[in-house]
């Protein structure tokens, strides 16, 4: 038995060998592929698209960088001289992989979505070549980017998302059909790269060269992920299972590897295996100290629970019943882990910053407690105030931003500790809160419950 144990242990280090050297072989093959991609922009541009959808787009972020540099400073693909289809692929492709990358530039120029309207063959339904479809697919893929105001856009995606809608049903044996659907249910903008990476594979196809070795790079990589994840969950598991608090506090919600999803989802990048963990565990604590909030604690202990954690005084909370007590101590434990972490990795102690994002937190819980205990209904304005304090995004994106250690500096970790959030955390709040409480509302509205929507 232990010679077998040998021998398929040897025989899996022999595998993860092979695997590693194929791995490294396709990353020189594609970096050297993008080094010397020349002039053909709209192979670049999809080279671009291609890695970033399959979420291997961080092994080669230099090149894409200096690629996305030389596109910014190209101009407008369109003229009079053709239909406009080619030109509206590589245009729309290159708006949308820009301005997701924070390039500021102005929408495509009217004349674009002028082509397609004034187009009598696209008017009249008859989209047949790939450049028609695939034209229409990134312009339909770069409305979704539209900031307020770029109505020319907007347009433009309304248009061509009828087009496409129009042609799925009379093309159901197209192979082309089921790429269209997808992209008109799940936009690229509006997805996440994990979960579509795989669909993106599988309709993912071409003749060069650079073509089979991404795709080959892409299985790889998924295997590496999946055994990564894996990994994660365990260790997930284990520290929940270990921290004991549904032996306590049996009322709260029992879900580790859900809270896990939201960092695995947003923190893509295999290399931050540590940091999706410490953030897991954050990101915890809100969902236990929300429950402890809306369905055990009365309205008593969370003012004493409230004032606790404004304190963060370990010693001096006689008041709290054990199971708040409980908690209390392990967000303390928490919070003082993943200062420590970040002490070490980053040379930043965050722990009064993280202890104040809890105080924040707890405030807000309390504030809706009371409402709901006085049966008041506060306006639009306080209630989406608090609210997005109350949606744990705040507290959640403070821990991110010290786990991550990018950009530390006094300057933006006061804006941190100030009472008005920066934009990008309360604008992500605001959605948040809204779209929660809208699920929210439409599930009570189909039981015919009304008592408590805002």
């Known amino acids: 038995m232990a010679f077998i144990l040998q021998a398929h242990s ?214 590496m992920v999946e055994s990564i994840i894996r990994n994660e969950i365990l260790q997930v598991s284990r520290w929940w299972k270990e921290l004991g608090m549904t032996k306590e506090l049996k009322f709260v919600r029992d879900q580790p590897i859900k809270w896990y999803t939201w960092p695995m989802a947003s923190l893509v990048d295999p290399r931050l295996s540590d940091e999706r963990i410490e953030l897991t565990k954050a990101i915890s604590l809100v969902y236990i100290i929300d429950d402890i909030f809306d369905v055990h604690g009365t309205l008593d202990e969370l003012i004493h629970f409230t004032a606790a954690v404004a304190r963060w005084d370990t010693d001096t909370n006689d008041e709290l019943p054990n199971y708040m007590k409980t908690c209390f101590k392990a967000l303390n434990e928490i919070t003082n882990d993943i200062s420590e972490s970040v002490y070490e990795k980053h040379g930043w102690n965050p722990i009064e910053t993280l202890r104040e994002s809890w105080a924040r937190l707890c405030k807000a819980f309390l504030v809706e407690a009371e409402w709901f205990r006085h049966g008041q209904l506060p306006n639009s304005e306080d209630y989406l105030k608090n609210g997005i304090i109350s949606s744990g995004v705040p507290a959640v994106l403070t821990h991110a931003f010290f786990i991550l250690g990018q950009g530390m500096t006094k300057e933006t970790i006061d804006l941190f500790n100030n009472i008005n959030l920066p934009s990008i955390v309360s604008s992500t709040a605001t959605i948040l809160r809204l779209w929660d409480d809208f699920g929210s509302a439409m599930v009570m509205c189909s039981y015919n419950h009304f008592s408590w929507i805002f």
């Not at 790429?179 to 936009?187: D, G, M, Q």
């Open 10 to 223: 040897a025989s899996s280090k022999s595998q993860t060998g092979d695997l590693h050297v194929r791995h490294e072989e396709k990353l020189k093959e594609l970096k050297e592929t993008l080094a010397n991609s020349g002039e053909d922009q709209l192979q670049q541009l999809v080279m671009v698209d291609a890695m970033q959808r399959l979420g291997v787009a961080y092994y080669f972020q230099e090149e894409i960088d200096a690629i996305l540099e030389k596109q910014y400073t190209r101009s407008s693909a369109y003229n009079d001289n053709d239909d406009g289809n080619h030109q509206l692929l590589e245009a729309s492709l290159r708006f949308r992989l820009l301005r997701q990358q924070g390039f500021l530039l102005v929408t495509p120029d009217a004349e674009a979505c002028n082509k397609i309207k004034n187009n009598e063959k696209l008017k009249s339904g008859l989209i047949a070549g790939d450049e028609d479809i695939k034209g229409l697919v990134e312009l339909c893929e770069a409305s979704h980017l539209s900031f307020h105001g770029e109505e020319t856009l907007d347009e433009a995606g309304k248009l061509s998302r009828q087009l496409l809608t129009a042609w799925v049903p009379n093309n159901l044996k197209d192979h082309r059909a089921t790429l269209v659907a997808h992209t008109l249910e799940h936009p690229y903008h509006k997805s996440l790269t994990r979960f579509m990476a795989k669909n993106f594979l599988n309709n993912f196809q071409g003749q060069e060269k650079w073509v089979c070795s991404l795709r080959e790079l892409a299985n790889l990589e998924f295997n």
